[in-house]
């Protein structure tokens, strides 16, 4: 069964930096995709970045230029740099990882890590 663990929430000032840490229990290759979801208070899950098992990155409108997704092959750990924070991006975010085995896709998750970026 894959793990997935997320740390490096807290809080954050606005127009602040964060950087989220993704340890997987197994080589980040075995996975088609990984990335960032985030779930604010109230409201349903949104993407937030997406790194393809050939290092492609892609984000939505709402953080592409601020966020970067990366990784540490050698750690099967996925990052997510997070810049000029904004309160309203204060919520859960839950690392993601999407595997294609014999054409079985599973997607799995992290617990999630609280991000709340406040004065």
């Known amino acids: 069964q894959v793990q997935l663990v997320e740390s490096g929430g807290g809080l954050v000032q606005p127009g602040g930096s964060l950087r989220l840490s993704c340890a997987a229990s197994?080589?980040?290759?075995?996975?088609?995709?990984m990335g960032w979801y985030r779930q604010p208070p109230g409201k349903e899950r949104e993407w937030v970045a997406t790194?393809?098992?050939?290092?492609?990155?892609n984000y939505p409108g709402s953080v592409k230029g601020r966020f970067t997704v990366s990784r540490d092959n050698a750690k099967n750990t996925v990052y997510l740099q997070m810049n000029s924070l904004k309160p309203e991006e204060t919520a859960v975010y839950y690392c993601?990882?999407?595997?294609?085995?014999?054409?079985?896709?599973?997607?799995?998750w992290g617990q999630g890590t609280q991000v709340t970026v406040s004065s």
């Open positions: 993601t990882a999407q595997t294609n085995k014999w054409g079985r896709i599973s997607r799995y």
């Open positions: 197994e080589s980040i290759f075995s996975f088609t995709d």
């Open positions: 790194i393809t098992r050939t290092g492609n990155t």
